[in-house]
């Protein structure tokens, strides 16, 4: 069957579920065009994931999304254990409630709630998911990625040619197998139940109930804006019984010991088993794995759908720069540095959650019932789940994690003074303390100088892009206002992908006679100079995903354009442009692709020229087609790879 149509886009994103669709957002709102295909032919209506972390609903206040994400579901506040009608402990949510977050809490959202949010702000964006769109196959060039879609039943189908692919279609991910990436780990021996029902008790809508009964553990936990209830039913034996109302009556009435309440209502009923598998790479050539097709845990954290959604912001904005030709292709290697790595700490943690919660062994219930009573251990279990520590200070993109450290890498002198001249030990040891490279970068209150309109940081990221923050320390000498003007002139005049200054003032009003016309954030209780350790003139690069990439102290311009230099100048196939002052100049690529998503274009064929490198193709029904010509991909064979 030869292609009918063929078009062409920026970004080609398989699979339209909360990570696909926060990628899709993400490219769009910096002005990168992609089109987003998925075979279902609606969204789905069933709850499926639920829980949404603190870090997540971050990313979603900056995508501009997380109001109408918070009006879709509510906190759940305490977990409460039972050993038939005996609270054995109450897991508290107080830990969570104590962190440094506008989000403090754990968000109970059904994952078709989510979806809908994002589907509105793609619109917004000027997007769309094309459905009833299957991906047949695709292979790779030099330049481009070629995949063959198929149009819902019909014997249409579409050529697609995209600078670059990536696969957010799920655990079952057909880019991940006709890409040949193992998939390793392994399957839990318990089977699992779950319905949605309503049950007409008392208990508190607030929290989760769970009972450990010998025969399997039974846990039933409030649906947010709904009647129902979510039942989560654990299974020894291998035969699983017919789903049906009457068979969770009797689990409910067998495991709690309640023959009074009755179930009604069902919505959804399953059975399913838990994997626990990754992969062990997240990029082959120009083609990218997120979500749940680069990695599957247990549900016990709620990890899952916030893991991906950080995939595709970690993602979204390297894949940005580099189509718009700001930034080399290398930048890309930093996705799979970053998220592999927390991928696999998920993975450990989940899999801990799953054998203390789970297992009968006597070692494992004196976890549950001693160790996790302890405020500190449940402090300690909220702040691990949150994701708010997830850091990226091992990847290349974060060089040092200190003020010395920053000014060795740089062959700076150890900066012992202020840049104001006097002696700072105690300044270097505050900024010491502050969020280090990689670090994720705090919220805090300011107030716009020229406005005086309350403002947070996190208000001012929304802009897409980097943001630089030049802190004034507690002195506020003429010599180190003149420092930081020259360092926000000389970082607004770089060619390239543009960064947003702010000077923050420690006062209430900015001082008298400061020349700046950008923007200028007081902070005149001193809580952002504490919270980053800036006494002293000092200053943070924030990269577009909320992360801290560069900071310095004293606060100079030199390290942070050679890091800038370094680390993001020279687009691919252009000269090397670390010698030029500025991130980049933008300019096209062969990989840049200016196409709108729905249309359609013949690109020239100079345009696609290059060596096909690999081509992996999947037929609809799943199974593999072989290799046309051309080398297999790197470590991985078109026809290979394992299924699951």
């Not at 305490?78 to 440094?100: E, F, H, I, Q, V």
């Not at 940005?320 to 290697?333: I, K, W």
């Not at 251990?377 to 990226?392: D, E, G, K, P, T």
């Not at 354009?561 to 680390?567: A, D, F, V």
Request: aromatic share 6%; hydrophobic share 35%; glycine share 10%.
């Amino acid at each position: 069957m030869r292609p009918t149509a063929k078009h062409e886009t920026d970004v080609l994103i398989v699979g339209a579920g909360p990570t696909g669709l926060t990628l899709a957002c993400e490219l769009l709102r910096r002005g990168v065009g992609c089109r987003i295909v998925d075979k279902a032919a609606s969204p789905a209506t069933t709850s499926r994931a639920l829980g949404l972390q603190p870090r997540t609903l971050e990313l979603f206040d900056a995508m501009g999304v997380v109001d109408r994400v918070l009006a879709t579901g509510g906190a759940v506040t305490d977990a409460n254990l039972y050993a038939g009608d005996r609270l054995l402990l109450t897991l508290s949510a107080a830990g969570l409630r104590n962190l440094d977050t506008p989000y403090p809490r754990l968000w109970i959202t059904p994952q078709a709630s989510v979806e809908r949010p994002l589907i509105e702000r793609l619109l917004e964006l000027g997007g769309t998911v094309e459905r009833s769109r299957e991906l047949e196959g695709f292979r790779q060039t030099d330049s481009s990625v070629i995949a063959t879609v198929k149009h819902g039943d019909s014997y249409e189908t579409e050529e697609i040619l995209a600078g670059w692919l990536v696969g957010c279609d799920g655990a079952r991910s057909r880019v991940r197998k006709a890409l040949g990436v193992a998939f390793e780990g392994d399957t839990y021996e318990e089977r699992f139940l779950l319905a949605d029902a309503d049950v007409d008790w008392s208990r508190e809508r607030d929290r989760t109930h769970t009972w450990f009964p010998p025969d399997g553990m039974f846990t039933v936990f409030p649906l947010p804006g709904t009647s129902q209830w979510r039942i989560f039913a654990v299974l020894e034996d291998e035969t699983v019984p017919p789903l049906s109302l009457e068979l969770f009556q009797r689990l409910l009435s067998e495991r709690t010991g309640d023959v009074e309440t009755p179930l009604s209502n069902p919505t959804w009923m399953s059975d399913f088993t838990i994997n626990r598998r990754m992969v062990d790479r997240y990029r082959v050539e120009r083609a990218f794995l997120a979500g749940d097709a680069a990695h599957v845990h247990s549900p016990f954290g709620a990890q899952g759908m916030n893991t991906g959604i950080q995939d595709a912001c970690n993602l979204g904005w390297k894949l940005a720069l580099v189509v718009q030709g700001e930034a080399s292709e290398r930048l890309l290697d930093t996705y799979e540095e970053e998220r592999l790595p927390v991928a696999r700490r998920v993975l450990a943690q989940t899999d801990t959650n799953t054998r203390v919660l789970l297992s009968d062994n006597p070692v494992m219930r004196f976890l549950r019932e001693r160790v996790l009573t302890l405020d500190r251990v449940q402090a300690y279990a909220a702040r691990r789940s949150s994701q708010l520590f997830i850091n990226y200070r091992s990847s290349s993109l974060s060089p040092s994690h200190g003020g010395t450290r920053i000014a060795k890498s740089m062959s700076m002198p150890i900066p012992w003074a202020r840049a104001s001249g006097t002696a700072g030990l105690k300044d270097l040891l505050r900024f010491r303390g502050g969020p280090r490279a990689g670090d994720r970068a705090p919220d805090g209150p300011s107030i716009r100088a020229a406005s005086r309109e309350k403002t947070s940081l996190f208000r001012e990221f929304r802009v897409p892009g980097f943001s630089l923050l030049l802190f004034d320390g507690m002195d506020h000498t003429e010599t180190g206002y003149a420092n930081l003007l020259e360092v926000a002139r000389r970082v607004e005049g770089l060619p390239g992908n543009p960064i947003k200054t702010h000077l923050i003032v420690g006062a209430d009003s900015a001082p008298e006679g400061l020349d700046r016309e950008g923007s200028v954030l007081l902070d005149g209780s001193g809580s952002l100079h504490e919270l980053y350790g800036a006494s002293a003139e000092s200053l943070y690069l924030v990269r577009p995903d909320g992360y801290v990439g560069f900071r310095g102290r004293p606060a100079e311009v030199e390290p942070l354009i050679e890091y800038l230099r370094s680390k993001y100048a020279g687009a691919s196939g252009g000269e090397d442009t670390r010698h030029r002052e500025g991130i980049g100049e933008k300019r096209e690529h062969p990989g840049t692709l200016r196409g709108q998503a729905g249309g359609s274009a013949e690109p020239a064929s100079s345009k696609w020229s290059g060596s096909v490198r690999a081509v992996c193709m999947v037929d609809a029904r799943g199974g593999r087609q072989a290799s046309v010509q051309g080398r297999r991909l790197e470590g991985g064979d078109a026809n290979g790879g394992n299924e699951s």
